[in-house]
């Protein structure tokens, strides 16, 4: 059976519980092991990449956290590589085209609107959890995700 780790970072409850809930009805539906990791700041996703704490995986990481932003969270992953080899996901209620363009120049791999409805999600997550990561090119064409794209 497919492991596949997720980390997600966001200070907002209802979407853990959202986005936990599509993740385990992935894994249900497509035989999978996902190991999700629930960080709720940027400090502490931060602390655990220094502490090597941290496998191979995804990275969902919401803009608008508290004290450390998405933002800087991906500005520091940025300043180190080493640090972070996965895909790390922007993932955001805003369709703020300047977050969309600086989420790219820090090297994003995608930026997610956030979805409203369940099976968007679950559409969303498949599609990243899916996507060929070692061969995926970023392009302005596929950036931003788009629940039309699949």
Excluded at 11 to 31: E, H, M, P, R, Y
Excluded at 129 to 147: E, L, P
Aim: charged share 20%; net charge negative; glycine share 2%.
């Amino acid at each position: 059976m497919k492991q596949i780790a997720i980390y997600y970072t966001d200070d907002d409850q209802d979407d853990i519980n959202f986005f936990t809930d599509a993740v385990d009805k992935i894994a249900s539906d497509l035989n999978l092991i996902i190991n999700l990791h629930i960080f709720t700041s940027g400090e502490s996703y931060l602390q655990a990449i220094a502490d090597n704490a941290l496998s191979a995986g995804i990275l969902f990481l919401d803009i608008t956290l508290p004290t450390k932003s998405g933002f800087d969270v991906l500005e520091a992953l940025s300043n180190h590589p080493e640090k972070n080899s996965y895909p790390v996901i922007m993932y955001s209620s805003s369709i703020d085209e300047d977050f969309m363009k600086r989420s790219q120049l820090f090297g994003a791999s995608k930026y997610v609107i956030k979805p409203y409805h369940f099976n968007d999600l679950m559409k969303m997550i498949t599609h990243i959890i899916t996507t060929d990561w070692q061969t995926h090119q970023v392009t302005a064409q596929n950036f931003i995700y788009s629940k039309d794209c699949i």
